[in-house]
């Protein structure tokens, strides 16, 4: 039979239902996805769709299901049913309706006979559960991959479901999808995050272990050592240690780059330093060749040298090294310099340079380093440090010279002091930038004699 034409009053009281329907529906998926933009926690997604979907459908069960391929089983990460949220845990294996929305990877709607046409299809039925009227559920996907099922279930009512109710429904369970995915690479990418940090804090430890726990201070001396990495781990370093004959081996040392990488060239470099330097030692004997420190200080640097270049030349890395080696009885100071910055031999009313004597280690095979010599008389202080401390700039563009830093050394307050002082004078001139090089410092200071004594 033909249906009758509908009169013009009719038509506008049509047009304005189906408006009507259609603003609460943008007004839903408006909700949805406002809510969705500000959750990055998966459960709470699932929490929030599940919520809005019941405010708004006319349906006593909704429920919203994962699927796992490689398992084949879903899990019911939303239920609600008889008026509060309930709870299926574990994995099950999909059957009836939802297998057949997977199968398909299409909307399933069953508005009458449900309890028999899930019968046929398997549909496991749980003792205590409502047997539905009528029953509705769209697919979930993630890059054409089912991933759930987005369902609804009227239990009063057959063909409580329309045509409109599945696309309004496909639009949130697409709006879900992404943002499911969204959080669950955000999810990833946090645990990577807290992985690598471990990781980073890890080697923080482990580089920690390679600086000297306890400085030496002979009598008459005082020495004191700073380092701020700028970044997680360092490729600066510095060394003080003990060497045959009562001398005292003292290193600042600077790894090109910076990083992981760098640091691990910082373990190198410094392992085979204080190695070599101590070979008489480890060897238990007392090599002629090393009894002179100008001897030391030539071996320790060219193996060093050497060895990089030929078994890592190709990473291109090399390091700036200050190594000197104090005879606190005397005050001699016998040095390289291999490319470092010049260390500042300061005493009263002079500054003395100690520059270079050959290029940075690990840069060219078979280099002869020239060794120098200094005295370090009483009151003198010995300041060495790594080009992070001048570069450090602030936020108008003015760098940390020299000569502004110099004076808080040349006081009478010990050295562990000063060093803290000028570490105060470099995070008050960053005025909360990022720290950009790592900062070493190494200071040696000859005690005056006590008057009277």
Same mark, same amino acid.
């Given at each position: 039979?033909?249906?009758?034409?509908?009169?013009?009053?009719?038509?506008?009281?049509?047009?304005?239902?189906?408006?009507?329907?259609?603003?609460?529906?943008?007004?839903?998926?408006?909700?949805? &996805?406002?809510? *969705?933009?500000?959750?990055?926690?998966?459960?709470?997604?699932?929490?929030?769709?599940?919520?809005?979907?019941?405010?708004?459908?006319?349906?006593?069960?909704?429920?919203?299901?994962?699927?796992?391929?490689?398992?084949?089983?879903?899990?019911?990460?939303?239920?609600?049913?008889?008026?509060?949220?309930?709870?299926?845990?574990?994995?099950?294996?999909?059957?009836?309706?939802?297998?057949?929305?997977?199968?398909?990877? /299409?909307?399933?709607?069953?508005?009458?006979?449900?309890?028999?046409?899930?019968?046929?299809?398997? %549909?496991?039925?749980?003792?205590?559960?409502?047997?539905?009227?009528?029953? @509705?559920?769209?697919?979930?996907?993630?890059?054409? &991959?089912?991933?759930?099922?987005?369902?609804? %279930?009227?239990?009063?009512?057959?063909?409580?479901?329309?045509?409109?109710?599945?696309?309004?429904?496909?639009?949130?369970?697409?709006?879900?999808?992404?943002?499911?995915?969204?959080?669950?690479?955000?999810? %990833?990418?946090? *645990?990577?995050?807290?992985?690598?940090?471990?990781?980073?804090?890890?080697?923080?430890?482990?580089?920690?272990?390679?600086?000297?726990?306890?400085?030496?201070?002979?009598?008459?001396?005082? !020495?004191?050592?700073? =380092?701020?990495?700028?970044?997680?781990?360092?490729?600066?370093?510095?060394?003080?240690?003990? =060497?045959?004959?009562?001398? !005292?081996?003292?290193?600042?040392?600077?790894?090109?780059?910076?990083? @992981?990488?760098?640091?691990?060239?910082?373990?190198?470099?410094?392992? =085979?330093?204080?190695?070599?330097?101590?070979?008489?030692?480890?060897?238990?004997?007392?090599? $002629?060749?090393?009894?002179?420190?100008?001897?030391?200080? /030539?071996?320790?640097?060219?193996?060093?040298?050497?060895?990089?270049?030929?078994?890592?030349?190709?990473?291109?890395?090399?390091?700036?090294?200050?190594?000197?080696?104090?005879?606190?009885?005397?005050?001699?100071?016998?040095?390289?310099?291999?490319?470092?910055?010049?260390?500042? *031999?300061?005493?009263?009313?002079?500054? %003395?340079?100690?520059?270079?004597?050959?290029?940075?280690?690990?840069?060219?095979?078979?280099?002869?380093?020239?060794?120098?010599?200094?005295?370090?008389?009483?009151?003198?202080?010995?300041?060495?440090?790594?080009?992070?401390?001048?570069?450090?700039?602030?936020?108008?563009?003015?760098?940390?010279?020299?000569?502004? =830093?110099?004076?808080?050394?040349?006081?009478? &307050?010990?050295? /562990?002091?000063?060093?803290?002082?000028? $570490?105060?004078?470099?995070?008050?001139?960053?005025?909360?930038?990022? $720290?950009?090089?790592?900062?070493?410092?190494?200071? !040696?200071?000859?005690?005056?004699?006590?008057?009277?004594?």
């Amino acid at each position: 039979m033909a249906r009758r034409p509908l009169t013009p009053d009719e038509e506008r009281k049509q047009l304005k239902e189906e408006l009507a329907q259609r603003e609460a529906e943008l007004s839903i998926i408006s909700s949805v &996805q406002e809510g *969705l933009a500000s959750h990055l926690d998966v459960q709470a997604i699932y929490d929030l769709v599940g919520i809005r979907i019941r405010d708004f459908f006319d349906a006593q069960v909704v429920m919203i299901s994962t699927y796992d391929p490689v398992t084949n089983t879903v899990e019911h990460r939303y239920a609600y049913e008889k008026g509060e949220q309930i709870y299926f845990p574990g994995h099950h294996p999909p059957g009836g309706f939802r297998a057949q929305v997977i199968r398909t990877r /299409k909307p399933v709607l069953v508005n009458t006979h449900v309890a028999e046409k899930a019968a046929r299809l398997g %549909q496991p039925t749980i003792p205590g559960t409502i047997t539905p009227k009528s029953w @509705l559920g769209v697919p979930m996907f993630v890059g054409g &991959q089912v991933t759930g099922i987005l369902s609804l %279930q009227n239990v009063d009512e057959e063909n409580a479901f329309t045509k409109s109710h599945v696309r309004l429904l496909q639009t949130l369970a697409a709006s879900m999808s992404v943002a499911l995915e969204n959080a669950r690479l955000w999810e %990833q990418e946090n *645990l990577y995050r807290k992985a690598l940090e471990r990781e980073f804090e890890i080697g923080r430890e482990i580089q920690a272990g390679f600086l000297p726990v306890d400085i030496p201070n002979p009598k008459g001396w005082e !020495i004191a050592a700073t =380092l701020q990495p700028a970044r997680e781990v360092a490729g600066d370093f510095y060394d003080v240690f003990n =060497l045959p004959g009562g001398t !005292i081996g003292l290193v600042i040392a600077d790894v090109c780059d910076k990083g @992981l990488g760098a640091a691990l060239f910082m373990t190198l470099f410094r392992s =085979l330093l204080r190695t070599v330097a101590n070979i008489d030692f480890y060897a238990r004997t007392n090599a $002629q060749f090393l009894e002179s420190p100008a001897a030391r200080i /030539k071996n320790a640097i060219s193996i060093t040298n050497n060895y990089i270049v030929e078994t890592h030349g190709d990473t291109g890395m090399f390091a700036t090294i200050f190594f000197g080696i104090l005879d606190p009885r005397t005050g001699l100071l016998t040095y390289l310099n291999g490319g470092h910055l010049p260390p500042c *031999l300061v005493r009263p009313g002079m500054v %003395q340079k100690l520059n270079g004597t050959g290029p940075a280690v690990g840069a060219m095979p078979d280099i002869n380093y020239s060794i120098c010599e200094a005295v370090l008389e009483p009151g003198d202080v010995l300041f060495a440090y790594t080009d992070g401390l001048t570069d450090t700039v602030n936020p108008r563009g003015d760098a940390i010279c020299e000569e502004e =830093l110099l004076p808080i050394l040349a006081g009478g &307050q010990p050295l /562990k002091t000063s060093l803290l002082q000028i $570490q105060n004078r470099v995070q008050t001139s960053l005025a909360g930038a990022r $720290q950009y090089d790592d900062i070493t410092m190494l200071a !040696i200071r000859r005690c005056r004699k006590s008057s009277g004594r």
